[in-house]
DNA sequence: ATGATATGCAGCTATTTGACTGCAAATATA
DNA sequence: TATATTTGCAGTCAAATAGCTGCATATCAT
């Protein structure tokens, strides 16, 4: 496990996506974060240490509790590695209202 | 290597990401895309083909040689996968953008 | 026809991953 | 104080990953 700090093997795992989407609504701790899967509560802490580690996520303690939230600035590093293919994709949508134009007027 | 599908396990990888940027500004064929790296042709020919795989790549064939092309609007996924963060973080910089202006008014 | 080039596929190997269990520490509750 | 709850950390293990080499096939050039 160790060292995995990179966003995009973060978000590589599917039920590492299932906890960030998970905490788009509120912050909330291990515990309350393991209760929604099958996998053992140990198996979903270890998914939030990586998560943590790579600054998706932050937290805040509350006794012996600790809430994780979201750091949804951190996700921009996705969005913007993206950003260069949405570029093209618009460029092709363009075009293709374009045709759909040129076949309108005629 | 065989069954990974998934396209947000295709972007984990660093070497793959930097073929899909490599491949925004024009098609080409495996050996142009090796060239560009250290590793073996014959282990960015299999990035290719994972690439490929989860349709991230299309390809066109001209006598022995095939051109690999971006798929970008497979790259959507991954830009609905972050849609809701964008929204949370966008809401963050309004609210900011708010008490600035709260403050300047006064 | 012969040799060179471009490519994919199969097989091997070290490392990484994701799951599990057990245990220790800290905090809450009775 | 004794017990229960919440959490993290260490260790184990099977499967997946990413790299390599060797080889077969198809096409181009001489």
Not at 25 to 52: D, E, M
Request: proline residues 4%; glycine residues 2%.
């Amino acid at each position: 496990m160790e060292v995995r700090r990179d966003v995009f093997q973060a978000i590589a795992d599917p039920t590492r996506r299932a906890i960030l989407t998970m905490l788009t609504l509120q912050a909330l701790t291990p515990g309350a974060i393991a209760a929604n899967f099958n996998s053992s509560r140990q198996t979903i802490s270890k998914h939030i240490q990586i998560l943590a580690e790579c600054e998706l996520l932050r937290h805040h303690y509350s006794g012996r509790e600790i809430y994780y939230q979201l750091n949804p600035v951190k996700m921009k590093e996705i969005a913007d590695f993206i950003e260069p293919f949405k570029a093209i994709w618009d460029t092709r949508l363009n075009q293709l209202d374009e045709i759909l134009n040129q076949l309108k007027n005629k």
